[in-house]
């Protein structure tokens, strides 16, 4: 241990046992390899802390779980035991393997953390920690309540994957499709058919083509080569009502947030997260009902920035703040485990406990790099959400307004045609839909790792919102969205003092549609104006969401509008921390897609996926007083 810093020097080498295979408790075997502290070759005795990740990712991935975990803590003195999730890689249980609607996945976690702790060498105490999948395993293990589990350390997670991850606001989030593709290319149902494995791996480099081509059809998709997966993908795309699928725990764990262990935690995230709700929702719920220490910590990142170190996301830039990383990322963690699994008094229960990333305040240049200085700085709270918040309304007015003042009686209506032949696009945003680029000359896919060649179809962060060629859905001659007339824009005056938002975004419309189904979108935006870098200004999109209005009144069941019926719809947005600076406005877009970020609605009514046609569909949003749509911004002086 290094004196100085109250932390644990790395001291060690690293001897490593390879697929380690762990008994579960119906028989089925899950490979760990377990990297161990040593000196002169030999592995040390203990009794040593360990730190387990549980991934589906393949337990060897250098990036997500070799460098940063293994690499990094295993010489500092902890034992690190990394484990192919069940039906995974080199574990048994081939077939059982639904991406993250996994039913034994709490028990092959309290298996796991209790087989870790029996080992000679515990000391007894154990830490989980691990990225989106491998933070829903942390959480699914909380609830099972595993006695040796002793601090986790959960990074952008989704905790209901129904709301977070493939039915946002009832529309299906199109990166869940992509993302299967990523879990399909290894997967050990299709090991030995080099066939299989080149359909999927040319699916994923069509991804464009494929969600262009929606309505799927089950054994029409190249993931029937993995009839699991498959089952998953209609799953996620059939079921747009919340039912008992989405109610297994290990679906949502939210419900049963009150059976969480009570053990310290860091719930950690990035504003251009797909998962930042449930990151700020699930500290909200553990530091009120635990009485251990509880953190949480977001950043300005999308789902890897924290992990990568940049300092953007998407054609943004947040500054040298931002820059975290193997190395800072893992001083964040090691600080954390060395007080709870060591025992080393360094005085991280003392911390503040919420630490946010305050977007903006930037210069508003272009940097070297061709991204948006739009600057921030860190900043500790004692609570979430902050107290001294204000929540304030924003009217939606007549003229493409917003703001505080009531709007007047009579104020018109305003009204879109949602084509869903002709969908809005996206731009950028949170959760990216990601495909493969063409292999170079020579690349042989079974032996090379083809997610090396990985990349998004738009970006996932922030970005002027402006057509351009190359976006899926994007056309000559390239328009600003707020001048497409399928876009209701709403924005502020210029702004005559800085604003600081910093919390969730409801927006709340009456509306009425000539469709018996249609959606409604909803963004915020942070409006830079016309400047020698950005003559057009710089249209920043912080967050967004969607509602498909069948689910207006609730998830559980469909209810069909009448055309020109007037209906209250709400759009939640995720969290975000921004500072708006004087000069700038608030502004916020309507639309009736947002495509491919979420599937269109083709506005027949028909059951979900499995449209025959679609419709146009003439969409108005009321105004007046007695309908005044509205969006609440919380407001921190």
């Not at 491998?134 to 099972?144: P, S």
């Not at 991204?371 to 959400?385: I, T, V």
């Amino acid at each position: 241990m290094s004196h100085e810093t109250g932390v644990s020097g790395p001291d060690y080498e690293i001897v490593v046992d390879r697929d380690v295979m762990t008994p579960m408790r119906d028989g089925v075997r899950l490979a760990a390899d377990v990297y161990r502290p040593a000196l002169d070759g030999q592995p040390l005795p203990g009794p040593l802390p360990a730190i387990l990740g549980r991934t589906s990712y393949d337990k060897r991935w250098r990036q997500l779980w070799v460098e940063p975990v293994a690499e990094y803590f295993t010489p500092r003195g902890y034992v690190v035991v990394i484990q192919d999730l069940r039906g995974r890689r080199a574990s048994e249980g081939v077939g059982q393997y639904f991406h993250t609607a996994n039913a034994r996945e709490g028990e092959d976690g309290y298996d796991t953390v209790e087989w870790v702790a029996s080992q000679p060498w515990s000391n007894g105490r154990v830490g989980m920690t691990g990225s989106s999948h491998g933070g829903i395993v942390q959480t699914v293990a909380q609830l099972a309540r595993p006695p040796h589990l002793t601090a986790v350390w959960v990074d952008v997670a989704p905790t209901n994957i129904f709301a977070h991850e493939a039915r946002e606001g009832g529309a299906m989030a199109l990166w869940m499709f992509s993302a299967l593709f990523l879990h399909a290319h290894d997967a050990p149902e299709i090991a030995g058919d080099p066939a299989a494995r080149w359909a999927v791996l040319e699916g994923w480099k069509n991804m464009r083509e494929l969600v262009g081509s929606m309505p799927f059809e089950p054994g029409s998709t190249p993931l029937r080569a993995v009839p699991n997966l498959e089952k998953t993908l209609f799953d996620y795309y059939y079921r747009g009502e919340y039912d008992e699928f989405w109610e297994m725990e290990a679906c949502n764990q939210e419900p049963h947030f009150h059976r969480a262990a009570d053990i310290p935690g860091v719930f950690s995230g990035g504003w251009y997260d797909p998962f930042a709700a449930a990151m700020t929702g699930q500290y909200e719920a553990m530091s009120s009902k635990n009485r251990t220490p509880q953190r949480l910590d977001m950043g300005p990142w999308n789902h890897g920035g924290r992990r990568s170190g940049q300092t953007w996301a998407g054609g943004v830039d947040f500054g040298p703040e931002a820059a975290y990383g193997v190395e800072g990322y893992g001083a964040q963690r090691l600080r954390w485990f060395d007080r709870w699994l060591k025992g080393i008094p360094n005085g991280v229960e003392d911390d503040p406990p919420v630490r946010i990333f305050v977007m903006g305040g930037g210069s508003g240049r272009r940097n070297e790099a061709g991204r948006l200085d739009h600057g921030g700085r860190w900043r500790h709270e004692r609570e979430w959400p902050i107290a001294r918040t204000r929540r304030v309304t924003y009217y939606l007015r007549s003229g493409g307004g917003l703001s505080t003042g009531r709007p007047e009686e009579d104020a018109p209506p305003v009204s879109f045609t949602h084509d869903p032949e002709r969908p809005v696009p996206t731009i950028s945003a949170t959760g990216a839909v990601s495909e493969l680029t063409p292999f170079p000359e020579g690349f042989d896919f079974l032996t090379g790792d083809p997610r090396d060649y990985m990349r998004p179809i738009f970006p996932d962060g922030g970005a002027h919102q402006k057509e351009r060629p190359g976006l899926v859905g994007a056309r000559h001659p390239y328009p600003r969205l707020a001048d497409r007339p399928d876009v209701l824009v709403f924005q502020t005056e210029p702004l005559r003092s800085d604003v600081e938002v910093t919390g969730s975004v409801e927006v709340n419309m009456w509306v009425s549609s000539s469709a018996v189904d249609t959606d409604f979108t909803a963004k915020l935006l942070d409006v830079y104006p016309p400047s020698e870098a950005f003559p057009e200004g710089y249209h920043l999109n912080l967050a967004d969401s969607i509602i498909r209005a069948r689910y207006r009144s609730g998830f559980e069941r469909a209810e069909m509008m009448e055309p020109g019926g007037v209906y209250r719809v709400r759009v939640a947005l995720p969290p975000v921390s921004n500072l708006f600076k004087a000069g700038h406005r608030i502004r916020l877009d309507v639309a009736g897609s947002n495509f491919p970020r979420f599937d269109v609605n083709p506005n027949t009514g028909e059951p979900m996926g499995r449209h025959t046609h679609t419709l146009k569909a003439r969409n108005t949003v009321y105004l007046d007083r007695g309908r005044a749509s509205h969006a609440a911004l919380p407001i921190v002086p």
